[in-house]
């Protein structure tokens, strides 16, 4: 997913070395130094496709398969890259201030959506056994996906290799509405078992919600939509999920549509603080879209 963007980090899209095809650095704003992206989804594909989604869809993929085991090769050779410090030689992130240099976490992202990769469960098995044996145990592992296919028994295994592994998962919540939601993330996939399984996910460990809030055509979100997020949160809690974070941002790089625009940085301060009041118990974090205003 993200961010996905998404599947994908607020800041995240594949890029790094050109020769690689699964794995790529990234210099990330919400993980404060390195994050090493992993991309399951080569051939683009996507069960949403969100408005403001950044993967550039209109050139054709390079790769269309996962070559599982390239795929090692490449994750091995990047660790070892931010060990010796070879990746800091690399042009794109030489000039990496010293506070920022350092990996911060491996994350499941990408150009569609992690899970639908068959093999899913062997991949987080493959990622976890190579980051141990190169000397990253502490490193984090995480997941960002919009939900849709979190509740597959084989997805689930996957992610409690993780919950054992002191994985997180990051969870795409753009919407309050069904409507909305539509408007969004252009899916045919019903609002509400996004939301069942968010909150399933929730009652099991603790889980991140992403939400990206953007204006459209001009048009932030309304109160309304606002107010129906923070219900849907809320519904979350009353149901006996663990939220650690919302981390609410908004469109960084270039969207898929024409009219998607990011909201203006006292808009999303707003769009928090309203989240923040309705669910003081959970940390809410921004990510403002670094353009001027
Ligand atoms: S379409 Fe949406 S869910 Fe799919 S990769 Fe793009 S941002 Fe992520």
Redesign the pocket.
């Known amino acids: 997913?993200?961010?996905?963007?998404?599947?994908?980090a607020p800041d995240g899209r594949p890029g790094g070395p050109a020769e690689n095809l699964y794995v790529y650095p990234v210099l990330s704003r919400r993980a404060r130094g390195i994050s090493i992206g992993i991309n399951l989804?080569p051939d683009k594909v996507?069960?949403?496709?969100?408005i403001?989604?950044?993967?550039d869809r209109t050139t054709s993929p390079t790769v269309r398969e996962v070559d599982e085991s390239r795929l090692r090769e490449e994750l091995t050779a990047m660790l070892r890259e931010a060990k010796d410090g070879a990746l800091y030689e690399r042009p794109e992130f030489r000039d990496v201030p010293e506070g920022l240099r350092g990996v911060r976490d491996i994350t499941f992202a990408?150009?569609?959506?992690p899970p639908s990769y068959a093999n899913f469960e062997g991949v987080v098995k493959d990622v976890l056994a190579i980051r141990n044996a190169e000397g990253f145990r502490g490193l984090k592992v995480i997941v960002?996906t919009?939900a849709t296919l979190i509740d597959r028994p084989k997805v689930r295994r996957a992610l409690r290799l993780l919950d054992a592994d002191h994985g997180e998962l990051w969870l795409?919540l753009d919407a309050g509405t069904e409507a909305y939601y539509k408007v969004i993330?252009?899916t045919t996939i019903p609002f509400a078992k996004v939301i069942a399984n968010i909150t399933e996910a929730a009652r099991l460990r603790p889980i991140v919600l992403q939400s990206l809030f953007m204006r459209v055509r001009g048009e932030g979100p309304s109160p309304a939509e606002v107010a129906a997020f923070c219900e849907r949160v809320k519904e979350i809690l009353a149901q006996g999920g663990a939220i650690s974070l919302v981390q609410v941002y908004t469109v960084a790089r270039p969207p898929?549509e024409s009219y998607v625009e990011p909201l203006a940085d006292a808009d999303l301060d707003r769009l928090a603080d309203e989240v923040r009041r309705a669910v003081p118990q959970v940390p809410v974090e921004t990510f403002y879209s670094g353009r001027p205003a």
Do not use: T, W
């Open positions: 997913m993200p961010a996905n963007d998404g599947p994908r989804n996507c069960n949403f496709d969100c403001y989604c950044q993967v990408g150009d569609g959506e960002l919009n795409k993330d252009r898929a």
